[in-house]
């Protein structure tokens, strides 16, 4: 990959009032696009608005006014965007968090670990990969997906650059930052890549209030940025290569920056395949 610049945004979404949203989103566009950013991360189904079972009734195709809008704006300000849509596909829905580049739409990414309302509407998807966006590899952990380290080990051995992870949850700012603070450093740290995470913020127009933030997290481990101000808010960081370069190198003199997915024995994790939990 090369050096490159993200940013993440906090942000408040309506369920329902799209054009709100697409407004809102369209503000902080034009704010990363004035500071050179190269991708901004926006929050989980931040298009349609997070609700169950309502976001259902907003669910567009990727063929829809919202994407292609979105589309239109990554050619007009120069600047790759993620966000996240209630998609709609066939007679299904799935929770959808998807890239767009210079007018193009790069992949999308269908929520595989679904929580237990969510998966009384919403489908689940079947693939893990990453997607090439600004020359850099990156895959999708949604929400409650952060919690599953298969995941972001399955995108590092995917080669992925950076795992963003796009929120939709209520807990509350400090508890927010204890929960990420412990389980994204963690992914960024074992995996060896970049984390970026961001939440949806206040109240969805039905009563139930996110608890907004943004973080990122460098493949040590450290933090690079973060922000649980509770008002919408975007944080930025540059992402190098140097730092993946080091740690991914596959010789070693020592014990210190070990690549740890390199010495894996995949032969003694059988029982990670099982589905019975025993």
């Known amino acids: 990959m090369e050096q490159m610049s993200v940013a993440a945004v906090q942000m408040n979404s309506i369920v329902g009032d799209i054009e709100h949203n697409l407004n809102s989103m369209k503000k902080w566009v034009e704010t990363a696009s004035e500071q050179n950013i190269d991708l901004i991360c926006f929050p989980e189904m931040c298009i349609t608005g997070y609700a169950m079972p309502q976001s259902i009734e907003f669910s567009e195709t990727m063929c829809g006014d919202s994407v292609r809008y979105i589309l239109e704006m990554s050619r007009d300000f120069n600047i790759a965007i993620s966000a996240g849509i209630s998609e709609k596909y066939d007679d299904r829905a799935y929770i959808t968090q998807f890239i767009a580049e210079d007018g193009v739409l790069k992949g999308k990414y269908r929520k595989t670990h679904l929580g237990e309302k ?68 963690a992914r960024a740290y074992d995996n060896t890549v970049y984390v970026v995470a961001c939440n949806q913020l206040g109240d969805n127009g039905l009563g139930t209030v996110f608890g907004g933030g943004c973080t990122a997290i460098d493949p040590r481990g450290d933090i690079l940025a973060e922000d649980y101000n509770s008002k919408d808010s975007m944080i930025a960081v540059n992402i190098t290569p140097e730092i993946l370069d080091k740690l991914r190198r596959k010789e070693y003199t020592s014990m210190k920056d070990l690549y740890y997915l390199n010495r894996r024995r995949p032969e003694l994790y059988k029982k990670l395949t099982e589905n019975e939990f025993q």
Not at 154 to 174: K, T, Y
Request: charged share 20%.
């Open 118 to 185: 969510e998966k009384l509407y919403y489908a689940a998807g079947n693939s893990i990969e990453t997607i090439k966006c600004k020359n850099a590899n990156i895959g999708f952990q949604i929400c409650w997906e952060s919690h599953f380290p298969e995941i972001s080990s399955v995108l590092a051995l995917n080669n992925a650059d950076i795992i963003l992870m796009p929120h939709s949850s209520g807990l509350p700012p400090n508890r927010r930052k204890d929960v990420w603070d412990k389980c994204l450093r």
